[in-house]
Every structure is written in structure tokens, then in C-alpha cells.
């Protein structure tokens, strides 16, 4: 699968970085919370109590424009801060760079910003072997996996055929984006109770670590 695909798209928080390791998620969303309490918003409990910033960025959509750009701006800024501390995972930095060396091209696909993934790879050297980010950069939440619309559009910038396009991620929502964009979905099981997860997600391989992945191309 590895060697006949042409074009691999890779998630960032997790295929690629821990990105919160250093800044948690839990603190990314209180910081949120508190950024909206303070404008004046009404958070219910479901909202209080979310630990995924993602969330708390989704909710703001219904809190009317202004608070849905202050809070896509402060999740962008506390996601730049975090990928300054982000840790690589073990695997991706060969992945990224074999793919590259045997001639495929590569894109990041993130729910995360745009500035946040371009942060991380130039910091680890790794920004001139990506073709392409196609990160969170609108105010619509909607926009984000599991809509198959940054799948999408990485495939049109990347004038790339789906059938020969790949994506690696961690979550359910990759595998529902990569089934609804026609492209193979591969399934990266970084926690225990994940194989079978992204298996009923359907994900058509499930790997246990990147450096399964980077090994497949030398074979």
C-alpha cells in the first residue's frame, strides 16, 4: 500500500507530533473558556466540562461571528505556542522524508492551523519535504474532518488521483474523512483500544506505530 500510492497525506496531532505535550489540551480549552466567560458568553456544562479545544472551537460557532473569530484566533495562537514544545512522533520524520526521496508527494491534512503545522515542520526541518498544508485556517467548523473538505482540497492543489492517495491519522474522524473523499485510509493506533476503533471507523490497515509505516517504503 505504501510503495503504490503516489500521494500521502498525513494528520498532524498525532501522525506527526504530540502537539500538546508541552501545553495540554485540558489547559488549552480552560484558556478558551476563560477568553469567553470574559466576553460575556453562557457555556453549558457539556462546554464547561470538554477537555478538547476542538470542541470549544466548534461550540463558538454558535455564539455569532465575533466570538467565533476571537476564539479560531486565541485556539491558533495557543495551538502555535504548543507546537513550539510539541514532541515528534517516533517514525514521522522518516515517513515524511522517504516518501519524498522515492518520489511521492506529501501534505498535511490538521484540523489544527495552518500556522500551528508550518511552526512545527520548520522547526524540525522538516517544512521543505511537504508539498502542501491543508490545516484549519476558516472560521467554519463545520469545514473540519470528519467533512472530507481539507482531504478535498489537498487533493485539487495537489492535482492528485484519489485512488493512488493515502491518509494516515489517529482518530475516528480521519477514517470517516478518507472514506468520504475515496482515498485509503490508514489507521494509526497510538493508545490502546484504537486498532479496533479505527478499524470499525472504516480504516482499511492499522499500523501500532509510524516506523512501520517509514520501513514499508526501503521494502
Not at 21 to 34: N, S, T
Amino acid at each position: 500500500m505504501m510503495r503504490s500510492a503516489r500521494y500521502v497525506l498525513l494528520d498532524f496531532d498525532g501522525p506527526i507530533c504530540d502537539v500538546f505535550a508541552g501545553l495540554p489540551a485540558p489547559e488549552v480549552a480552560d484558556r478558551l473558556r476563560m477568553m469567553l466567560r470574559a466576553a460575556g458568553a453562557d457555556l453549558p456544562q457539556s462546554v464547561q466540562e470538554q477537555d478538547d479545544p476542538m470542541e470549544i472551537f466548534r461550540f463558538s460557532a454558535e455564539l455569532g461571528g465575533d466570538l467565533n473569530h476571537a476564539t479560531l484566533n486565541a485556539l491558533t495562537g495557543l495551538e502555535v505556542e504548543a507546537a513550539a514544545t510539541a514532541c515528534m512522533t517516533p517514525g514521522a520524520a522518516d515517513l515524511i522524508r522517504r516518501s519524498k526521496e522515492v518520489g511521492k508527494a506529501v501534505a498535511v491534512v490538521s484540523n489544527n492551523s495552518a500556522m500551528a503545522v508550518t511552526a512545527f515542520l520548520r522547526k524540525h526541518g522538516l517544512l521543505s519535504y511537504v508539498d502542501l498544508i491543508s490545516a484549519r485556517v476558516a472560521l467554519d467548523p463545520e469545514l473540519m474532518k470528519p467533512n472530507p473538505h481539507l482531504i478535498q482540497q489537498a487533493l485539487t492543489q495537489l492535482d492528485a488521483d484519489a485512488a493512488l492517495t493515502l491518509l494516515v491519522g489517529d482518530s475516528v474522524t480521519d477514517m470517516q474523512a478518507s472514506k468520504s473523499a475515496g482515498i485509503t485510509a490508514v489507521g494509526y493506533a497510538n493508545k490502546p483500544g484504537k486498532v479496533d476503533l479505527l478499524a470499525a471507523a472504516g480504516a482499511d490497515i492499522v499500523v501500532m506505530n509510524m516506523k512501520e509505516l517509514a520501513s514499508a517504503l526501503c521494502v
